[in-house]
Structures are given as C-alpha cells and as structure tokens.
C-alpha cells in the first residue's frame, strides 16, 4: 500500500521559516516526481513546487525564491523549506507523487496524496 506521510507543519510568524518533510512508502521513489501542493479555506488546491525523477525543480510564482523542494532518494523522502513566509501562504499542504512523464502541475495528474500538514502564518 502506497503511502505519503507528511509532517513538519506548525504555527509560525510572518518572516519565519518551516521544513516539510514527506515520507514515501514507494517502492521505486526515485522513479517519482514529488511535488507540493497546498489548499487554503475555501479555495482550490493549487500547486506550489515539484521535483522531477531527474532533480529538476519548478515552483509557483508566489513562492519563487522563497521556497526550495529538494529529495533524498536513499531515504524516500522529500521536503520543502519555506522561508520568509507569509500570512497568506497559510494553507493545509500535500505532498504528492506522480510516475515520472511529462511533468504537471496539475493536482489530477498525480496518482498520491499524503493526508496533509497544516501551515498558518500569523502576521
């Protein structure tokens, strides 16, 4: 059984920084695209970084420069360093796996989820 376990999240003031990490049970991690995605109260989920099989990285604008996702496939797992956060990077974040192929940034392209790691940023 497939699993992706995030943790890491928490409270922390604007101009702070969090790591998340996301733990895979996949048989063939470094077959994976990881990537984060993250869901704010009443929007939709939207994507905020991936890392493709091949170590290329691309993010969302509103978090270029501050974020970084980066993979260790030794240890199947995956992060995100967030710095200089914001209030309005508030949001519950995924991880999420897809086989490699073209990469997406499309929540629908991707074949697993975690359960999810809530970030709030206060102001």
């Known amino acids: 059984q497939v699993q992706l376990v995030e943790s890491g999240g928490g409270l922390v003031q604007a101009g702070g920084s969090l790591r998340l990490s996301c733990a895979a049970a996949?048989?063939?991690?470094?077959?994976?695209?990881m990537a984060w995605f993250r869901q704010a109260p009443g929007k939709e989920r939207e994507f905020v970084a991936v890392?493709?099989?091949?170590?290329?990285?691309y993010y969302a604008d509103s978090v270029k420069g501050r974020f970084t996702i980066s993979r260790d496939n030794a240890k199947n797992t995956a992060y995100l360093q967030m710095n200089s956060l914001k209030p309005e990077d508030t949001a519950i974040y995924y991880c999420?796996?897809?086989?490699?192929?073209?990469?997406?940034?499309?929540?629908?392209?991707?074949?697993?989820w975690g359960q999810g790691t809530q970030v709030t940023v206060s102001s």
């Open positions: 996949l048989r063939t991690f470094s077959s994976y695209d």
């Open positions: 999420a796996a897809r086989m490699s192929g073209v990469t997406s940034t499309t929540p629908s392209q991707y074949n697993y």
């Open positions: 890392i493709t099989w091949s170590g290329r990285t």
